[in-house]
Nanobody
Framework: VQLQASGGGLVQAGGSLRLSCAAS????????MGWFRQAPGKQRELVAA???????YYSDFVKGRFTISRDNAKNTVYLQMNSLQPEDTAVYYC??????????????????WGQGTQVTVSS
């Protein structure tokens, strides 16, 4: 199984980025997908998640700014990030979680992780 995250970069405050995470050798449509982030010196935190059925969850700090979506035909999950702020600077990771989903929000027990993509927001 491989999760390949991409789309990170350097952007000014107020700008936008779209992250992608392409899955291979995974029954993608059966998995819930999550985006996490980890800033230097901080713990990894859940940003957003989407179930196989399309139900979404957003952490409070991104509500109204970020949108998670998935394309099962392309085995890809996306994170559209708008109105980025310096505090959004982190390495962003995608992860896959096998059913059944027993926790909500789905913060733990992800089975597969991508390699991370750096997002840097300048002020």
């Amino acid at each position: 199984v491989q999760l390949q995250a991409s789309g990170g970069g350097l952007v000014q405050a107020g700008g936008s980025l779209r992250l992608s995470c392409a899955a291979s050798r995974l029954s993608f449509s059966s998995y819930a997908m999550g985006w996490f982030r980890q800033a230097p010196g901080k713990q990894r935190e859940l940003v957003a998640a989407i179930t196989k059925g399309g139900t979404t969850y957003y952490s409070d700090f991104v509500k109204g700014r970020f949108t998670i979506s998935r394309d099962n035909a392309k085995n890809t999950v996306y994170l559209q990030m708008n109105s980025l702020q310096p505090e959004d600077t982190a390495v962003y990771y995608c992860a896959a979680k096998a059913p059944p989903i027993t926790d909500w929000p789905p913060r733990s027990n992800y089975h597969y992780w991508g390699q991370g993509t750096q997002v840097t927001v300048s002020s």
